[in-house]
């Protein structure tokens, strides 16, 4: 009855969407919350996912030509006002420092809601010459915004993240750099995470502020809600015109510098737990599972088998992230405690199996079992890894795709959003009035103008008037 009762404590997702996530991050210990509202402990298992992010996006940014830098955390106010748009976009979610000490400061300080700010004051004295560019530069940090509402990894009052910002000669260069990190993001998402994306670009009114344009990558939860998962921003010369970047260019005349910036943040964990997840917990997609294999002992008081536990683990570990369950409970417990971590595979071994030279391995997607003979277990185990990562991104894009609509006027529109979750894709004038009153009307926003394009019509679905372009539409978190 323990065992059963430990798996029903998880909300179904059917009932309850918003309280199965909370009872997942929850259960799983990714996170804790604290006696600030809004804030959040990262957990070890929450951490341990982060890291393998940070890790494997690291090592693709580099791959790039990017290099890490750290910039301070506090902005002085008249610094952060040197860009208009910029400011008034960041303005309601911004913590000020008012004090140091006990001493008031004689300028309100800024607690980094991003750090564009910082790095074009940082560029206008570290930027002298066509020589010193391009520069492209990442930072590893966290940011502050005073959120209303909040939500575990989705919407935190401080949150951790990656910030690329980067300087250029020529407009043609930042545009480059800024659809080849958005290209870097997406990809990504597919191949570590199994997450299917939109790439595409941002409209105006849902562009960052201070931006020429953004671009983006959308991903479709489970419960049909869409979730930003990762964005790119030019910002054509403007900053730089604002803070003074200027450089000597080889026909030795003053020019502006053209920037970018790129961010990803700890709420691609809460896309991970909501595209993949199910009733029973977590689940992880092998190449960023902090535990890759769990091996459970059956009988394990018998003698030999934790020892044969013990071997597996020193054998697999060379290979795969692994650990072995030798806590003090019944193995029912332990399955259910694995399947809710989200644990890639599990490995049984008990006397039996060791009579019979032979494990037995079940994935945590699909709940298949296989039996194993122990020779075969590093080879076995890899190629299920491999085939499971396969699968679960497959699963996902099947789930996209299969609840992606098409609408060619507004009752058709309407009628999808009022009866259906997902992704819609419906025509538009380009005319910002209608994005606002889609989204009075129904609380759904342009989620992005996606580089494949796609001719659904002619007019557009809200007013009627000539289309410019295929939009997805959607709620989002």
Not at 43 to 63: S, V
Not at 119 to 124: R, T
Request: hydrophobic residues 35%; glycine residues 6%; negative net charge.
């Amino acid at each position: 009855m323990a065992d059963k009762k430990m798996v029903e404590e998880i909300t179904s997702m059917n009932v309850d969407f918003a309280q199965w996530y909370t009872d997942v991050v929850k259960k799983a210990e990714l996170i804790d919350y604290t006696s600030v509202k809004g804030c959040m402990v990262i957990k070890p298992a929450g951490y341990a996912l982060w890291e393998l992010i940070q890790r494997q996006l690291d090592e693709r940014f580099k791959n790039a030509g990017v290099e890490n830098v750290y910039l301070p955390m506090f902005i002085p106010e008249s610094l952060l006002e040197k860009e208009k748009d910029h400011v008034e976009g960041f303005a309601p979610e911004v913590a000020w420092v008012t004090h140091g000490g006990l001493q008031p400061l004689q300028e309100r300080l800024c607690v980094r809601p991003t750090s564009e700010t910082l790095f074009c004051d940082f560029y206008k004295n570290d930027v002298h010459s066509y020589r010193d560019l391009p520069r492209v530069y990442n930072q590893w940090c966290s940011v502050v915004r005073w959120e209303k509402e909040t939500r575990p990894f989705l919407r935190s009052r401080e949150f951790l993240w990656q910030e690329g910002h980067t300087a250029h000669a020529t407009e043609e260069e930042a545009q480059e750099r800024t659809i080849q990190m958005l290209n870097l993001y997406a990809d990504f998402c597919e191949e570590v995470l199994a997450i299917p994306v939109i790439r595409g670009q941002k409209t105006d009114k849902e562009k960052f502020a201070g931006a020429v344009a953004t671009y983006t990558i959308e991903a479709l939860m489970h419960d049909g809600k869409a979730l930003q998962s990762g964005t790119s921003h030019n910002f054509g010369d403007g900053f730089a015109k604002a803070f003074g970047i200027q450089f000597a260019d080889k026909d030795n005349t003053l020019k502006y510098v053209h920037q970018t910036s790129w961010g990803m943040s700890t709420r691609i964990i809460g896309a991970i737990i909501m595209v993949h997840g199910d009733n029973e917990g977590l689940v992880l997609p092998p190449r960023v599972a902090p535990v890759q294999i769990c091996i459970v002992p059956i009988q394990q008081k018998k003698e030999g088998v934790l020892e044969k536990a013990s071997e597996l683990r020193d054998r697999l570990h060379r290979h795969f992230r692994v650990k072995v369950d030798d806590s003090d409970k019944s193995p029912g417990w332990k399955f259910a405690e694995a399947e809710m971590r989200g644990y890639p595979l599990r490995v049984e071994i008990g006397p039996k199996d060791i009579e019979a030279g032979k494990c037995v391995i079940c994935r945590r997607d699909t709940r298949e079992k296989l039996e194993v003979p122990l020779e075969e277990l590093e080879v076995k185990a890899g190629e299920l890894l491999e085939i499971m990562q396969r699968e679960m991104l497959e699963r996902a894009r099947v789930h996209r795709d299969e609840n992606t609509w098409t609408a060619v006027n507004m009752d058709e529109f309407v009628n999808i959003f009022n009866e259906k979750s997902g992704f819609v894709k419906a025509m538009w004038c380009g005319d910002e009035e209608c994005e606002i009153q889609i989204k009075e009307r129904l609380s759904v926003t342009s989620r992005c103008m996606p580089f494949a394009q796609e001719h659904i019509g002619e007019n557009c679905v809200c007013c009627g008037r000539p289309a410019k372009k295929m939009v997805y539409w959607g709620r989002a978190y």
